[in-house]
């Protein structure tokens, strides 16, 4: 999530536009092999390139969009892993490509809203700790810009360096407290819902249930490295299919907008909360590294300086 929100436009809404540009292509009559190839030469999309000399060296367009040269994000492996297995699914369930294409570029875009939600609810706290954290420094260099000595103070003897020891000792571990706290409030794993989508588009070329579903753990197996925890909601909704009489595959696209809602509030949720556990580390490691490093130095200074005017 790092490099991601650090991208001015996130991959995954480059993805997005090139899914659904390649269906644009495809429903004009263009092949498969030539829409990448005229989207490489349009766009200045590096993976776009990439998956286009790919396919010109005589790889398969999905070994061509796993094979990248770069070497991207984890979240951006697996949306390309994701359009890999859209790709396999349509191709070998006979589903119209064009439109699983698009359905997997609106896919992208939900997605993509909720990255960027969820980055901006972070921006606060995780700059907020950012600037909290170098408190324990500030409090050094202003005892320093008050005449006194407070880095020889920590570095002339024992005491010295084990408040100085003590403090960096804390500073770093409020750093990687909150690493690991903004770290946990990310995001993470494949797009949500991804296999119900599958399923849907499986089903969409005619295939039978059975079939539909071995096409789908084949590509699950191939280009998803996450564990299929859409089963159960999988069951849940053929049995509802079954029950009532109706086709599966509507039933299989709301479950997955269900999904990615329950997603994005989780995310939001999680990012709101941060702001309060971020707290545990400023009281408990930031504020003792500021009283090390910034005010025991500086009465160590005074109290020495005052003995030595005696």
């Not at 061509?64 to 369930?93: F, H, K």
């Not at 119900?196 to 490295?225: P, Q, T």
């Not at 299929?228 to 997955?256: F, K, M, Q, T, Y």
């Given at each position: 999530m790092r490099t991601d929100r650090a991208q001015r436009r996130p991959e995954i809404d480059r993805l997005a536009t090139l899914a659904e540009t390649l269906a644009t292509l495809l429903e004009a009559g263009i092949g498969p092999a030539p829409a990448w190839s005229y989207l490489a030469e349009s766009t200045d999309d590096p993976f776009a390139a990439s998956v286009g000399r790919g396919i010109t060296s005589g790889d398969t367009v999905v070994c061509a969009i796993m094979s990248g040269r770069d070497d991207p994000p984890p979240r951006v492996r697996e949306a390309r892993?994701?359009?890999?297995?859209?790709?396999?699914?349509?191709?070998?369930?006979?589903?119209?490509?064009?439109?699983?294409?698009r359905a997997c570029g609106e896919s992208f875009h939900r997605q993509?809203?909720?990255?960027?939600?969820?980055?901006?609810?972070?921006?606060?706290?995780?700059?907020?700790?950012?600037?909290?954290?170098?408190?324990?420094?500030?409090?050094?260099?202003?005892?320093?810009?008050?005449?006194?000595?407070?880095?020889?103070?920590?570095?002339?003897?024992?005491v010295g360096w084990a408040l100085l020891s003590g403090g960096a000792l804390l500073m770093g571990l409020?750093?990687?407290?909150?690493?690991?706290?903004?770290?946990?409030?990310?995001?993470?794993?494949?797009?949500?819902?991804?296999?119900?989508?599958?399923?849907?588009?499986?089903?969409?070329?005619?295939?039978?249930?059975?079939?539909?579903?071995?096409?789908?753990a084949d590509a699950c197996r191939r280009f998803l490295s996450g564990g299929r925890d859409s089963v159960p909601a999988i069951e849940r909704v053929l049995e509802l299919s079954a029950r009532a009489?109706?086709?599966?595959?509507?039933?299989?696209?709301?479950?997955?907008?269900?999904?990615?809602?329950?997603?994005?509030?989780?995310?939001?949720?999680?990012?709101?909360?941060?702001a309060v556990r971020l707290m545990l580390p400023l009281g408990l490691c930031v504020l003792p590294a500021f009283m090390l490093l910034g005010v025991a130095p500086l009465l160590l200074a005074i109290v020495s300086s005052t003995f030595e005017s005696l």
């Amino acid at each position: 999530m790092r490099t991601d929100r650090a991208q001015r436009r996130p991959e995954i809404d480059r993805l997005a536009t090139l899914a659904e540009t390649l269906a644009t292509l495809l429903e004009a009559g263009i092949g498969p092999a030539p829409a990448w190839s005229y989207l490489a030469e349009s766009t200045d999309d590096p993976f776009a390139a990439s998956v286009g000399r790919g396919i010109t060296s005589g790889d398969t367009v999905v070994c061509a969009i796993m094979s990248g040269r770069d070497d991207p994000p984890p979240r951006v492996r697996e949306a390309r892993a994701a359009l890999a297995a859209v790709w396999w699914v349509a191709t070998e369930s006979g589903s119209p490509l064009a439109d699983c294409l698009r359905a997997c570029g609106e896919s992208f875009h939900r997605q993509g809203d909720t990255e960027r939600d969820i980055a901006v609810a972070l921006a606060g706290p995780v700059l907020t700790a950012r600037m909290v954290s170098f408190l324990p420094l500030v409090g050094l260099l202003f005892g320093m810009a008050l005449g006194f000595d407070t880095l020889g103070t920590l570095t002339g003897n024992p005491v010295g360096w084990a408040l100085l020891s003590g403090g960096a000792l804390l500073m770093g571990l409020g750093a990687a407290w909150n690493r690991r706290l903004s770290h946990r409030a990310t995001p993470s794993g494949s797009a949500p819902a991804i296999e119900l989508e599958l399923l849907a588009m499986a089903l969409a070329g005619g295939a039978a249930i059975s079939v539909a579903r071995e096409v789908v753990a084949d590509a699950c197996r191939r280009f998803l490295s996450g564990g299929r925890d859409s089963v159960p909601a999988i069951e849940r909704v053929l049995e509802l299919s079954a029950r009532a009489g109706i086709p599966a595959g509507a039933l299989l696209r709301s479950e997955a907008d269900r999904g990615r809602r329950e997603s994005r509030s989780a995310g939001q949720a999680a990012a709101a909360s941060l702001a309060v556990r971020l707290m545990l580390p400023l009281g408990l490691c930031v504020l003792p590294a500021f009283m090390l490093l910034g005010v025991a130095p500086l009465l160590l200074a005074i109290v020495s300086s005052t003995f030595e005017s005696l």
